[in-house]
């Protein structure tokens, strides 16, 4: 039986579940630690290359994110930036919080993060070795994970205004279930999460492979849901497995739409072709179930469906 994390909302959550700006290099660090560990997702190139540049001062990184979650959250105790004084400065209370969530159960301390609470040198390590990951697994790439994020962002923002909070959780990941009050995620153990008012973040992740319930214990307990971005892999690269299955340029356009060009316009001009040839091939989209089509003073603008987005999902994984 799969295990789910139900994370229940009421009115006040729905109408304070917010789609934050900004990309944190803390957070797609962290999650990238993650995604090396994966395979047949898009990113073996990425793990090829990061993996020959690998050093063996990195393995407090393993420590940090073993192969069994959870893994230690560092994001509410660095901010969303590199900021060696952030951690350093940190109160050993702090530290410690986290260092209890994270050892909770049977799991003991690895032995490379005893002292990370007390002892500054401690925290030094684990900031070089962060920084060290940071410049050849995600520096190289930051401009690419920027745009792929802002254009996730940006089609999120759609599906809010197009359908409201419940077609944005609908179509965030083919993992989640929205029945209007719940939202249910797959995960390792069932888990109940009460937000108590105060709503979710909902942000996107270049390197995450599957939505992750994140619970700041430095913030009142703010809850954020970051999951993987549409756009997120072989940094744009469409999985062939949907060009044989709705043909090259219809697979490109639904590609297209899930990477942020929502008008026919815009779509003809990024797949290259005419906008009546881009006009069919939305209709058959629209016909499948695929997106939704709005006009405003006679322009077309195109939606992913919960559909849609678990097509381009479930593909990625299977290419």
């Not at 030094?124 to 697994?137: E, S, T, Y």
Request: with cysteine; net charge positive.
């Amino acid at each position: 039986m799969v295990a789910v994390h139900r994370i229940h909302f009421t009115a006040a959550d729905i109408a304070r579940t917010r789609l934050p700006t900004g990309t944190s290099r803390v957070t797609e660090t962290l999650f990238a630690l993650r995604a090396l560990r994966g395979s047949g997702d898009g990113l073996a190139a990425w793990r090829a290359e990061v993996r020959k540049q690998m050093r063996p001062w990195f393995r407090v990184l393993g420590a940090i994110s073993p192969p069994a979650e959870p893994c230690l959250d560092l994001i509410p105790l660095m901010g969303p930036e590199l900021d060696d004084d952030v951690l350093l400065s940190r109160p050993v209370s702090a530290v410690r919080e986290e260092l209890r969530w994270f050892t909770r159960g049977a799991r003991a301390l690895p032995a490379v993060l005893r002292g990370l609470d007390d002892d500054l040198g401690v925290r030094a390590q684990v900031l070089q070795a962060l920084r060290g990951f940071h410049d050849i697994a995600i520096k190289p790439a930051w401009a690419t994970v920027e745009a792929a994020l802002h254009a996730d962002r940006a089609r999120q923002a759609r599906q809010m205004t197009a359908g409201g909070v419940g077609l944005l959780l609908e179509t965030l990941h083919p993992s989640m279930r929205w029945d209007g009050t719940t939202l249910s995620i797959e995960d390792t153990r069932t888990v109940d999460t009460e937000l108590g008012g105060q709503g979710i973040e909902v942000v996107p992740s270049y390197f995450l492979r599957k939505p992750v319930l994140r619970v700041d214990l430095q913030d009142r307990g703010r809850v954020t849901l970051a999951y993987p971005a549409a756009v997120a892999g072989a940094a744009g690269e469409r999985s062939p497995r949907l060009d044989r299955l709705l043909g090259r340029t219809r697979a490109a356009v639904l590609a297209r739409i899930a990477q942020g060009a929502a008008t026919t316009s815009e779509l003809a001009r990024h797949v290259g072709t005419s906008a009546a040839a881009v006009s069919q091939h939305t209709a058959t989209l629209r016909a499948s179930g695929l997106i939704t089509t709005s006009r405003h003073r006679g322009t077309a603008s195109h939606t992913l469906t919960a559909t849609g987005a678990n097509l381009l999902a479930q593909n990625e994984t299977q290419a």
